[in-house]
């Protein structure tokens, strides 16, 4: 990873930091971008650009921008900016529906248009997204959050196959991440089996290396011990 420029989108939250660790601790130079104004223990040594709607492409083109002239390059995009709902259709709203997918799948759409040129530019270029595991069947209560995710994994083989031999693109599909959040919504379950965002970041590292030269396309479980 030695100065590799990495660009993780929602950056600021607990999979984003776990991710700039482990690329920071690899020899990378990191790049955050966050909808928040700014991050809170981030590490040191980032670019940390808050206050960019990565759903906006004005927006998403100007914080990418940014890294390619502070760095002077742009390496490899993780997009791990993105959120969760759980609600019924029957007692749900539907706006949810379009909240959902400007958050995860339009926000990952525009940031991989914003950062394309850079990436061509770069020769390897790497694009890691962040799916879900309950993406592939979704459970009750999981309808808007699991499609606008599955709209992330064809988005990555699509975009796969147009980048093919210019710049990889795969996915992650984590289950349960071992989050505060988590843990306070699900005091009764077992914390042990659960991915930790540490084990996530691993598994984006490896799909971002020179290891996973030959790999495109992918959409990669990282269930932890569910
Ligand atoms: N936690 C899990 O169990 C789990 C499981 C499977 C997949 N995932 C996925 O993993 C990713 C990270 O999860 P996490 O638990 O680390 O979430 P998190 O802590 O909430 O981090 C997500 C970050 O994305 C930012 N963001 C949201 N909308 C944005 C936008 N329009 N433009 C720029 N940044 C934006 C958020 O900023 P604000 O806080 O300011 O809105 C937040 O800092 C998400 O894509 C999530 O869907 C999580």
């Not at 929602?10 to 966050?34: C, K």
């Not at 991050?39 to 390619?68: F, H, N, Y």
């Not at 770069?122 to 499609?147: L, T």
Request: aromatic fraction near 6%; glycine fraction near 14%; include cysteine.
């Amino acid at each position: 990873m030695t100065d590799r420029v990495f660009t993780i989108t929602g950056g600021f939250g607990i999979l984003g930091q776990a991710v700039a660790r482990a690329a920071l601790a690899g020899g990378a130079r990191v790049a955050l971008i966050d909808f928040a104004a700014e991050g809170r223990g981030l590490p040191e040594g980032v670019l940390a650009i808050g206050g960019v709607d990565l759903s906006d492409q004005t927006q998403a083109e100007g914080a990418m921008a940014k890294v390619a002239q502070a760095f002077g390059c742009l390496d490899v995009l993780v997009n791990v900016a993105g959120g969760f709902v759980w609600q019924t259709l029957e007692g749900g709203d539907l706006a949810a529906w379009s909240r959902m997918f400007t958050l995860n799948t339009l926000t990952c759409a525009t940031a991989c248009k914003a950062a394309l040129p850079h990436l061509l530019a770069a020769g390897a270029g790497r694009i890691v997204n962040v799916g879900a595991g309950g993406a592939v069947k979704a459970a009750a209560g999981m309808g808007a959050y699991a499609a606008s995710k599955a709209g992330v994994h064809r988005l990555t083989e699509s975009l796969a196959e147009e980048l093919k031999g210019k710049v990889t693109v795969n996915a992650v599909l984590p289950s349960i991440i071992d989050t505060p959040t988590n843990r306070a919504d699900m005091p009764d379950a077992d914390f042990a089996a659960w991915v930790t965002p540490g084990e996530v970041a691993q598994a984006i590292l490896w799909l971002a290396s020179d290891a996973a030269s030959g790999v495109t396309g992918a959409l990669l479980p990282v269930s932890g011990r569910v």
